[in-house]
């Protein structure tokens, strides 16, 4: 009897890696939306000479785009950091040292998490 090849990735069993699994396929339907969203009003509505500063400054008096920056900024890092965990997974799994560069992939992935949100959060416009 001959098996046939099936591409689709299989569902995990459960723990850590179902949720993660879940979580891929949400959050990238969820990116999608958000970043055709993105490119829709910064560079179809709005011309691209326009996007200045004060663009910017005026799009974060409200908290709207803040949020909605935020929560594309905090989808697409998670998102990426957990492909490349899966990656790491796949090809470096026997490694000595592959824990270890999870590890860095994390701190690395948080440090810059947390510079950007701050930037979203914390952006204080003066607008000229």
């Keep these: 009897m001959s098996r046939s090849l099936s591409y689709a990735t299989p569902k995990p069993a459960g723990g ?5 699994w879940l979580f891929m396929r949400l959050s990238g339907l ?3 939306l958000l970043a055709l969203g993105h490119l829709v009003i910064m560079h179809l509505i709005n011309n691209v000479d326009a996007i200045d500063y004060n663009f910017v400054a005026g799009r974060y008096a409200g908290w709207f785009w803040r949020a909605y920056d935020g929560t594309l900024l905090l989808l697409a890092m998670i998102h990426g950091l957990n492909g490349v965990r899966i990656l790491l997974d796949d090809y470096l799994a026997h490694w000595r040292g592959h824990r270890w560069l999870i590890r860095a992939l994390y701190g690395l992935g948080a440090v810059f998490l947390l510079i950007g949100l701050y930037v979203v959060l914390f952006f204080k ?3 000229r």
């Design 30 to 32: 969820l990116l999608l």
């Design 16 to 20: 850590i890696e179902l949720w993660s």
């Design 125 to 127: 416009p003066a607008l």
